[in-house]
């Protein structure tokens, strides 16, 4: 495979479930995305890891949290939801390089997912 | 701080059609400049960039132009076809892929 892989596609949740969503990057960059995109809304940026380190949190809920066991994998883990967290989930890679504005982000098919 | 303003849509047009969708940004350095696509069921993919002013991006018969004075990087097609259907994103960044700024989408819709 290449590219930026998300898994599920689609989730359904109850707002008392516990689960988690998936990403790997098959293009050996070393920065990692977590968005959130909803209707008439921006895409709105939620995490940023950098060679596994976590470099911003843009006041994401404790319900969303993130894990980054290497470059080529983040996870999303869910918990206790809220409905207005339906949303389609993005995961995005990028070769970041410092001090460079241009860099092209590799985004995912994104999660579809709906607490119910 | 950064901001993108683009048109919200949905734009609908005939097969064959110009296609012109504004964007417009207001930053505190000198950004680069793009233009992503959402084809249905998809993320997100470059469709073009601009890093300077005065520049030209284009890639499949797409164009935008970084028109620093008007802080502007209009998207234009000079025919659009029912492929063309999808959303499209302006973006910006300032100081790197992790600053990037989204405007809110632009749905395109091209009927035969």
């Known amino acids: 495979e290449t590219g930026v892989t998300q898994t599920p596609r689609h989730l359904v949740m109850g707002m008392t479930n516990k689960k988690s969503l998936k990403c790997e990057q098959h293009l050996g960059h070393n920065a990692m995305y977590w968005y959130k995109q909803s209707a008439k809304k921006p895409l709105e940026l939620m995490f940023v890891?950098?060679?596994?380190?976590?470099?911003e949190n843009n006041s994401v809920p404790s319900r969303f949290s993130p894990e980054c066991p290497n470059s080529s994998h983040l996870f999303l883990h869910l918990h206790t939801l809220q409905p207005e967290d339906s949303a389609l989930y993005l995961c995005?890679?990028?070769?970041?390089?410092?001090?460079?504005?241009?860099?092209?982000?590799?985004f995912g098919q994104g999660t579809r997912l709906t607490v119910v | 701080g950064d901001s993108v303003t683009q048109m919200e849509g949905p734009v609908t047009l005939s097969e064959e059609a110009f296609l012109t969708i504004n964007c417009t940004y207001t930053?505190?350095?000198?950004?680069?400049l793009f233009w992503y696509v959402q084809y249905p069921g998809e993320g997100l993919q470059l469709l073009l960039k601009?890093?300077?002013?005065?520049d030209k991006g284009s890639n499949k018969g797409f164009e935008a132009t970084y028109r620093k004075e008007t802080t502007s990087f209009h998207l234009e097609k000079g025919s659009v076809q029912v492929s063309d259907s999808a959303v499209y994103f302006c973006?910006?960044?300032?100081?790197?892929?992790?600053?990037?700024?989204f405007g809110i989408g632009t749905k395109l819709q091209v009927i035969p």
């Open positions: 890891y950098n060679f596994k380190e976590q470099t």
């Open positions: 930053a505190t350095g000198y950004p680069s």
């Open positions: 601009a890093t300077k002013a005065d």
């Open positions: 973006a910006l960044s300032d100081r790197g892929y992790q600053k990037v700024t």
């Open positions: 995005a890679s990028s070769q970041d390089v410092e001090g460079r504005g241009d860099t092209e982000a590799f």
